[in-house]
């Protein structure tokens, strides 16, 4: 955490010369969200949702007056509840109608398509488009007789999240804008690794932050 914490800091540094240029905006966003996991094989079951979050800095290139590119790193918490089947679960424990909780931790990149209204008084509207390459960094799971098992080899290392937004901008002062949006996040790679579930990981979040 603390070496994730020092690399966004470092990273803003040359950007703070870059967003000289007016084209260019930069900041910092939080993302409380609700996670789950979808199945996709007989056998699995959608069990209920985990409370999800994701922190990072995003940066903008705009294209035009309306439109513009975003981007930015950022940590993200995803996961969600199943339940299986009598027989073995994705660990390989012999278990009778469990319900696992995962705990995923990714690095994500999102790149999207950002387009706005023009600026009525100091706000305008916006939609997005995109997409998110994830690596996954840390898995936990809970089952009902342990919490926390590291369920790394259980998960895969890679995902890919389509990426849907809707939010609103504040102009707060020139170039310094906060905003705040709805996003919808749907990934399209099987979270899990191997033949024992299959299934893609969703989130629903409030993108909250500032840009400079």
Request: hydrophobic residues 45%; neutral net charge; charged residues 25%.
């Amino acid at each position: 955490m603390r070496k994730l914490l020092t690399l966004f800091c470092i990273g803003l540094f040359p950007l703070v010369t870059i967003a000289q240029d007016q084209k260019f905006h930069f900041g910092l966003k939080i993302t409380p969200s609700m996670a789950w996991i979808k199945p996709d094989r007989k056998g699995i079951e959608r069990e209920g949702y985990r409370l999800g979050f994701a922190y990072g800095v995003q940066t903008e290139f705009r294209l035009a007056e309306n439109y513009a590119i975003a981007s930015g790193v950022q940590v993200a918490y995803r996961g969600g509840k199943v339940r299986f089947e009598a027989g073995k679960d994705t660990l390989g424990a012999d278990i009778e109608d469990p319900v696992n909780t995962y705990k995923l931790q990714y690095v994500e990149i999102p790149v999207s398509l950002k387009m706005m209204t023009k600026q009525f008084d100091k706000i305008r509207y916006f939609g997005q488009f995109g997409f998110a390459p994830a690596i996954r960094i840390q898995a936990k799971v809970d089952t009902k007789n342990e919490d926390n098992m590291d369920a790394k080899k259980a998960t895969n290392v890679f995902n890919m999240n389509m990426l849907i937004g809707a939010g609103v901008e504040y102009e707060i002062s020139g170039s310094t804008v906060a905003f705040a949006a709805l996003e919808f996040s749907n990934g399209f790679f099987d979270v899990f690794d191997g033949d024992a579930a299959k299934g893609v990981t969703n989130c629903l979040g409030v993108n909250l932050g500032i840009l400079f």
